[in-house]
């Protein structure tokens, strides 16, 4: 079983930056899966957002967040980033956590096929 454990969330202005960060524990070995960042934005189903394959070779971004977003995973702290530029209000929601053992990056991302989920974190993007 792994726990995940989402920080970073909190209030931004249009245009500012906040960055996610997810770490995993319990009986996981974190190099084994593949992670990924979703969202859930008010009266909207929840988007895969950006995932990474197991040793950072691979990403996905959602189009509406490339170029702004970047996600990235440190071996050493078992922990995901999500590294969130020039922010806007359509960026508000509760982030998701989430891993998935030995898949593709869009697997995660845009099938949704997940093992285990954070309990989220949410950011706000207002002035």
Known sequence: QARLVESGGG???????????????GEVNFNNYVMGWFRQAPGKEREGV??????SESTYSADSVKGRFAISR???QNTVFLQMNNLTS????????AAKKAVGVETVCVRGMVDYW??????????
């Open 11 to 25: 209030l931004a202005q249009p245009g500012g930056s906040l960055r996610l960060s997810c770490t995993v524990s």
């Open 50 to 55: 950006s995932c990474i394959s197991r040793r």
């Open 74 to 76: 440190d071996r050493t």
């Open 118 to 127: 954070g309990e989220g974190t949410l950011v706000t993007v207002a002035s």
């Open 90 to 97: 359509e960026d508000t929601g509760v982030y998701y956590c």
